[in-house]
Nanobody, 128 residues
């Protein structure tokens, strides 16, 4: 079966950095868009960044643009999210997700339904 497992979360000071990783098994990433979402209690899951398949565009939410960088390694079936200049409002559970249907459109951040497979999440805490 398809599994996505996030890692790399933890606690950092404001202004610090973390690098999240997502290992995918049971699915070859070459032809599927991948994304990172985050969620805090009582709020809907928020799309942060996505990486299109086949060398198409990458996208970032306004809240993280210029601070976060998404990348993929298709050979290793992994996706990464480099998070720099972290702010208190970045505290959340971060989820990786993969599309499950091949399309001719770039990835998007507006709907969780675009993504078929999800990891269990990794907690990112910002210390005070």
């Amino acid at each position: 079966q398809v599994q996505l497992v996030e890692s790399g979360g933890g606690m950092v000071q404001p202004g610090g950095s973390l690098r999240l990783s997502c290992k995918v098994s049971g699915l070859t990433l070459d032809y599927y868009g991948i994304a990172w979402f985050r969620q805090v209690p009582g709020k809907e899951r928020e799309g942060i960044s996505c990486n299109s398949d086949r060398g198409r565009g990458n996208y970032y939410s306004d809240s993280v643009k210029g601070r976060f960088t998404i990348s993929r390694n298709n050979a290793a079936n992994t996706v990464h999210l480099q998070m720099d200049s972290l702010k208190p409002e970045d505290k959340a559970v971060y989820f990786c997700a993969s599309e499950g249907v091949v399309t001719e459109w770039d990835c998007g951040l507006s709907s969780v339904t675009e993504y078929r497979y999800w990891g269990q999440g990794t907690q990112v805490n910002i210390s005070s």
